[in-house]
């Protein structure tokens, strides 16, 4: 049972260049949701989803897509990677919206130059 | 407005001492309440929750929490600290439909 699966670990970009961060869960979670943490910020939400088809933005969005297909998978989208997207970025799913824990995959450490 | 405060940016121990970390939140409701646990290139890892009823929680690694509604506040406590507990700790609470985390308390363990 591998839980919440991001690929990649690592990747460097140049600015402008587009990407995708994959995250896949296998418990058949409803709710996922993608975070960035930064040093001193902790970590802030960018998008989440409660299910197939239903996405909505958190505190930080701008830059960023998203999409819900199927329950298994939520793609993140760089547009046009910034300087400002360097960060760590962590894929997490629930059982339930709010009331259940999140279970976290290991994160992408991403830098733009 | 900032939901929830981790007062302490960085907290240095003994091991074998006590420990407490703070946590304060501000939701009119009653809140949903996490503590997670990061060492270092990992993701987070749940250490306890609050949701309702019994207002000191117990979770893994021995830790446990507290909720207290008179001061908003939700602090993890640990009586005995051993050194693989040096971490970064969060505190998070859920709001609507999202999660709402502290910005972290690093904890260092000194022999």
């Known amino acids: 049972n591998a839980g919440v699966t991001q690929t990649p670990k690592f990747q460097v970009l140049k600015t402008g260049q587009s990407m995708t961060l994959q995250c896949a869960q296998d418990?058949?979670?409803?709710?996922m949701s993608w975070y960035r943490q930064d040093p001193g910020m902790g970590l802030r939400l960018i998008h989440y989803s409660v299910g197939a088809g239903i996405t909505d933005q958190g505190e930080v969005p701008n830059g960023y897509n998203v999409s819900r297909s199927t329950t298994e998978d939520f793609p993140l989208r760089l547009l046009s990677a910034a300087p400002s997207q360097t960060s760590v970025y962590f894929c997490?799913?629930?059982?339930?919206?709010?009331?259940?824990?999140?279970?976290f995959g290991d994160g992408t450490r991403l830098s733009i130059l | 407005a900032q939901s929830v405060t981790q007062p302490d940016i960085h907290i240095t121990v003994s091991e074998g001492a006590s420990l407490e970390l703070r946590c304060n939140y501000s939701?009119?409701?009653?809140?949903?309440l996490f503590w997670y646990v990061q060492s270092p290139g990992q993701g987070l890892q749940l250490l306890l929750k609050?949701?309702?009823?019994?207002?000191l929680v117990q979770g893994i690694k021995g830790f446990e929490a507290e909720f207290k509604r008179s001061q908003s506040s939700f602090n993890l406590r640990k009586p005995s600290v051993h050194w693989s507990d040096a971490a970064e700790y969060f505190c998070a609470v859920v709001r609507g439909n999202q999660f709402y985390f502290g910005t972290g308390t690093s904890l260092t363990v000194i022999p």
């Open positions: 939701y009119g409701a009653t809140p949903y």
């Open positions: 418990m058949n979670h409803e709710y």
């Open positions: 609050y949701f309702s009823g019994d207002t």
């Open positions: 997490a799913s629930s059982a339930d919206r709010g009331n259940q824990p999140q279970h």
